[in-house]
């Protein structure tokens, strides 16, 4: 059976494991707070209505391409082009092509950090081959102005970081309704996890810090896999309306492999 995603990718090491899902899902959940085009999220009023939901289903999306036969990965990809479309003709206006890009960075970035922060470092071929994966998406989305390497792709990212983040009106509510949905005790520890894990751009946007704080969760974590009390972690740390979504990812990512 042909895949969109080799089955001996890094990319499957990568979005089948339950842990690194979340940090780039908590990445992800600080760059979207500051990205200058978060007004499009806004638009369709479900991203302040349930952000965890939203930012969830983009993980989801990614994974049904990334474990999906090549032909079900193209329909997953058109159908995400459909619906931005559909937001765009609702609007009136298109959406800014850097802003398009800057998510499928993310996607790119929040991968190779997360397994990083967790795992191991990454070797370049590894790196690259993460940055194919996530091109030929935009690709098939039809995207204007990729990068056609990843040494390209570092720059723009860099580029993007310092001119299309801020941390205005939208990002101070996005992350009220973060502590909304998540509660205060789950609400710090996404912060210390984003703290050790986002570019330093987004980090003194966000007035993330060092703190030592992040370092002891990071390490109990692991402490956690280690001796098999991930799953206990898990039930403390996430939230019970996506505890079964979220749990179930290990398992998901298994039966695809």
Not at 48 to 64: E, I, N, W
Not at 145 to 170: I, V
Not at 187 to 196: P, S
Request: hydrophobic share 45%.
């Amino acid at each position: 059976m042909n895949y969109f995603v080799s089955k001996d990718s890094i990319v499957r090491r990568i979005w089948g494991n339950g842990d690194t899902i979340l940090l780039i899902f908590a990445g992800a959940a600080a760059e979207f707070a500051l990205n200058k085009a978060v007004d499009w999220l806004y638009f369709t009023g479900r991203l302040p209505a349930d952000p965890l939901k939203r930012l969830f289903s983009t993980v989801s999306y990614a994974r049904q391409i990334v474990f999906a036969e090549h032909d079900h990965a193209i329909r997953a990809i058109d159908k995400i082009t459909a619906i931005h479309k559909e937001v765009e003709t609702q609007r009136g206006e298109n959406i800014p092509d850097w802003a398009y890009r800057d998510v499928l960075f993310m996607l790119i970035d929040y991968s190779i950090r997360s397994y990083e922060l967790l795992e191991r470092k990454l070797t370049i071929a590894e790196k690259i081959s993460i940055f194919h994966v996530f091109h030929r998406v935009g690709l098939r989305m039809q995207l204007n102005g990729l990068p056609s390497n990843y040494d390209q792709w570092l720059l723009m990212r860099t580029a993007g970081l310092h001119e299309n983040l801020l941390n205005g009106h939208f990002t101070k509510d996005l992350y009220r309704q973060y502590r909304k949905h998540l509660g205060g005790f789950r609400f710090c520890i996404l912060k210390q996890a984003q703290a050790r894990l986002v570019p330093q751009k987004v980090n003194e946007l966000l007035d993330l810090g060092k703190n030592p704080f992040a370092d002891f969760v990071l390490n109990l974590y692991k402490l956690s896999r280690a001796i098999r009390l991930k799953s206990m972690l898990k039930n403390v740390l996430l939230p019970t309306a996506y505890k079964k979504q979220i749990m179930a990812l290990d398992s998901r990512a298994d039966d695809a492999l």
